[in-house]
C-alpha cells in the first residue's frame, strides 16, 4: 500500500512563496510520474503540475513561471516551489502517483 503525506501548505500574503512537499512511502516511487492538483471550493480538481519520472515537467497556464515541481527519487519526495502567490492559488493541494492521492493541504493566500 502506497501512502502520500503532503505537507507545508498554510496561509501566505500575496506576493508570498510557499514549498508543499509530498512524501511517498514504498519503493516504487522513482517509476512513476507524478503531479500536484487543486481544488478551489465549487471548483473542479485542475491539474497544476506533473513531473516524468525522468524529470520532464509540464504546467498548468495560470501557474507557469511561478510554480516549480521537482522531485528527489533518493528521498521519495515531490516538490511544489510557489512563488508569486496570488488569491487565486488558494485551494486545497494534493500530490498524486499513479492510482494514489495524498490527503490534502490547504493553501490560503489572503492579507
Known amino acids: 500500500q502506497v501512502q502520500l503525506v503532503e505537507s507545508g501548505g498554510g496561509l501566505v500574503q500575496p506576493g508570498g512563496s510557499l514549498r508543499l512537499s509530498c512524501a511517498a512511502s514504498g519503493s516504487i516511487f522513482s517509476i512513476y510520474a507524478m503531479g500536484w492538483y487543486r481544488q478551489a471550493p465549487g471548483k473542479q480538481r485542475e491539474l497544476v503540475a506533473a513531473?516524468?519520472?525522468?524529470?520532464?515537467?509540464n504546467y498548468a497556464d495560470s501557474v507557469k513561471g511561478r510554480f516549480t515541481i521537482s522531485r528527489d527519487n533518493d528521498k521519495s519526495t515531490l516538490y511544489l516551489q510557489m512563488n508569486s502567490l496570488k488569491p487565486e492559488d488558494t485551494a486545497v493541494y494534493y500530490c498524486k502517483m499513479w492510482k494514489y492521492w495524498g490527503q490534502g493541504t490547504q493553501i490560503t493566500v489572503s492579507s
Open positions: 513531473i516524468t519520472s525522468d524529470g520532464r515537467t
